[in-house]
C-alpha cells in the first residue's frame, strides 16, 4: 500500500504538477515582460521629461498657495479661539 501511495505521488508529480508549474512559470515572465514593454512605451510616447517638471512646478504652486490659504484660516481661527477665550464666549 505505502508503495502504490509513492508511486502515484510520484506519477502526480511528474505528470501533472510540474508541467502545471512550469506553466505558471512561463506565464509570470510573460506578464512580467509585458507590463516592462508597456512602461517603456507610455515613458517613451506620453510625457517627455520637460512637460513632467512644468507640471510638477504648477502643482507645487498650487500646493504652496493652498497652503498659505490654510495657514491663514488657522491664523484668523487661533485668534478668534484666543478672543473668546479672554471674554468668556461673550460678544
Known amino acids: 500500500m505505502q ?7 510520484l506519477w502526480w508529480i511528474s505528470v501533472v504538477e510540474i508541467p502545471v508549474l512550469a506553466g505558471l512559470f512561463a506565464l509570470i515572465l510573460n506578464v512580467m515582460r509585458d507590463v516592462s514593454n508597456f512602461r517603456l512605451f507610455v515613458a517613451q510616447n506620453f510625457a517627455s521629461f520637460t512637460q513632467t517638471r512644468e507640471l ?18 488657522a491664523l484668523k481661527a487661533e485668534n478668534l479661539s484666543a478672543r473668546d477665550a479672554w471674554t468668556g464666549g461673550q460678544k
Request: glycine residues 0%.
Open 56 to 73: 510638477e512646478q504648477r502643482l507645487t504652486a498650487h500646493l504652496l498657495r493652498i497652503e498659505a490659504k490654510l495657514d491663514a484660516t
Open 3 to 9: 508503495t502504490n501511495f509513492l508511486t502515484q505521488a
